[in-house]
């Protein structure tokens, strides 16, 4: 067996073997429907324990590329002809989401709960203060149009850290919010590209995009994602997606369906905005997957804010652009000036830097784990 376990390195051994395991599900080695070596097996040749290849299968199975068979063990899940494919049944089936917007909003007011119960404004306080007191005169000099640089580094080891991306920070761009994120991304790949968006999804993403010239193609959701049938039909060369609970049908992208989209952009040369607002508040033990740690050379632009993770008021995002188009794309708008005041970004980025903001995600993921245990 092939899987290797680096007993000195920084990548906890689960996540080592996780890694391994989904690559060789991803490339063929494993196809649908194959099993799996048992844990007892792999713990012995790998030199681990059976809890730690339990933890492994665990999250495998929690983001969809293998099953688990009782009294059978694990089978691989990973469909690779998806692409293009003759639609599933459950995606030619009626919409189950006959009232798509409920569900969606019980879970933004519960998330909205567990933050405003969980957030630390003693140590935000504290934050301000210190900045204002170590940061000095730098607090009046005028930002770099694509923000700090604390504040791009304090992002990129961030994602580094808890969402296994791996970014420069020269491909980040800063900017107040997902809505004025769009617009530049709209400057950035030009507006007479047709757009193709989620349906149904956040309806201020297509007056946004409409605003800024973009004609929009709306794609029918099924329960795994964007209908493989809508991804062949649409003229489409740029992607908008929320691959984590889509709102409002709450719908996330299985590990096939992300595949999928990362080739259909390869396929036509096209590029996926990946929006991705709620993930960090995931269940599951692992972050989810994102796109851009799947493809993060040329097909996908990654936005997030912290509006979702701190509190609304905060009106601060970025965008992380591919490594092999991040200088073209960010020439196209580099002359406009940062939009978020300088204080906010130096207090944000020693917010992240001292750990205080994964603190405060770990606590609201908490909550609503409690939360959803006690409703059961």
Known sequence: MKYKIERAGAVPAYLQLYHQIR??????????????????????ETGISVITVEHCYDLLTEEGY?????????????????????????????????????????????????????FP?????????????????KILVKSPNNGVPELREAISQYLRRSRGIMVKPE?????????????????MLGSERIFGLEAPSYDKIRKVYEASGV??????????????????????????????????????????????YIRWAEERG????????????????KAEDTLFSLEPDHTVIYVNTFSETIAPSVRIGYLILPEALAGTLWKRVSFYSCTVPVFEQYVLSEFIRDGDFERHINRVRRRRRQRRESML
């Not at 096209?270 to 033990?285: H, L, T």
């Open 23 to 44: 690559k060789d599900i991803t490339e063929g080695a494993y196809r649908l429907g194959d099993k799996l070596p048992s844990k007892r097996i792999l713990a012995e």
């Open 66 to 118: 293998i099953e688990s068979r009782e009294r059978s063990g694990y089978f691989a899940a990973y469909r690779e002809g998806d692409l293009f494919s003759m639609p599933l049944e459950s995606e030619t089936a009626q919409e189950t989401h006959e009232d798509p917007g409920r569900d969606g909003r019980f879970e933004i007011r519960e998330a909205a709960e567990d933050r405003r119960e969980a």
């Open 121 to 137: 404004f003693s140590i935000l306080a504290r934050t301000m203060r210190r900045v204002i007191t170590e940061y000095g005169d």
């Open 171 to 187: 491909q980040l761009v800063i900017g107040s919010g997902a809505e004025y994120l769009y617009t530049i991304i709209v400057q």
């Open 215 to 260: 004609k929009c193609d709306m794609l029918k959701l099924g329960k795994e994602g964007i209908r493989s049938g809508e991804l062949k039909r649409t003229q489409a060369s740029v992607l908008h997606v929320t691959p984590f609970n889509s709102y409002p049908s709450g719908i996330t992208a299985s590990a096939s369906k992300r595949n999928e």
């Open 270 to 285: 096209g590029i996926i905005i990946e929006d991705d607002f709620d993930s960090e508040f995931s269940m599951s033990a």
